[in-house]
T-cell receptor, first 110, second 114 residues
Framework: GQQLNQSPQSMFIQEGEDVSMNCTSS?????WLWYKQDPGEGPVLLIA?????ELTSNGRLTAQFGITRKDSFLNISASIPSDVGIYFCAGPYPTGKLIFGQGTTLQVKP | DTEVTQTPKHLVMGMTNKKSLKCEQHMGHRAMYWYKQKAKKPPELMFV???????INESVPSRFSPECPNSSLLNLHLHALQPEDSALYLC?????????????FGPGTRLLVL
């Protein structure tokens, strides 16, 4: 099916380190969304981006909507153990169907 | 408030059982969705309801039957499921069904088919 290219697939980092992950697409998106999912739970919205070039922060999280509208990145600064989980980027197609990246699994070593 | 609720949290059913999953939102959203998610994979869209009408069916087998009784509720009726249908079933909602709307997810129902 249709997917966004999300990387890296997984990360294992030390507590306190910064994290960066990104998503790219061959198609233009009008909205980029970043979700975090804990095991057995639903995805929780972290940041929503609506404008090309937009840079938005939510606490230690920062995300940017690429100027070409074909990419986005998410940074997490000073990681803590509760940052563990799977992070998904997503964007809605013109039909409204939400397309997801394959996810980045983050593990944080205390 | 951006809460979507789902019941039950967990469900175990046999292949001959009939059960229903329920989803509710009180954000005034007019689009509601059902997704299926396998472990370590992204959610896969099953159905979209817009203004209480079925707008998208992603070629889902008829053993899954969605229903939208009103603008706040979404059900998924299950009948004669297969073991491979075991997954996390997620409900989501958005203000409208468009390419600029943010979707908010519920906590999911973990389904096990024996």
């Amino acid at each position: 099916g249709q997917q966004l290219n999300q990387s890296p697939q997984s990360m294992f980092i030390q507590e306190g380190e910064d994290v960066s992950m990104n998503c790219t697409s061959s198609s233009i998106f009008n909205t980029w969304l970043w979700y975090k999912q804990d095991p057995g739970e639903g995805p929780v919205l972290l940041i929503a981006l609506y404008k090309a070039g937009e840079l938005t922060s939510n606490g230690r999280l920062t995300a940017q909507f690429g100027i070409t509208r074909k990419d986005s990145f998410l940074n997490i600064s000073a990681s803590i153990p509760s940052d563990v989980g799977i992070y998904f980027c997503a964007g809605p197609y013109p039909t409204g169907k939400l397309i997801f990246g394959q996810g980045t699994t983050l593990q944080v070593k205390p | 408030d951006t809460e979507v609720t789902q019941t039950p949290k967990h469900l175990v059913m046999g292949m001959t059982n009939k059960k229903s999953l329920k989803c509710e939102q009180h954000m005034g959203h007019r689009a509601m969705y059902w997704y299926k998610q396998k472990a370590k994979k992204p959610p896969e869209l099953m159905f979209v309801y817009s203004y209480e009408k079925l707008s998208i069916n992603e070629s889902v087998p008829s053993r899954f039957s969605p229903e939208c009784p009103n603008s706040s509720l979404l059900n998924l009726h299950l009948h004669a499921l297969q073991p491979e249908d075991s997954a996390l079933y997620l409900c989501a909602s958005s203000q409208e069904w468009s390419n600029q709307e943010t979707q908010y997810f519920g906590p999911g129902t973990r389904l096990l088919v024996l």
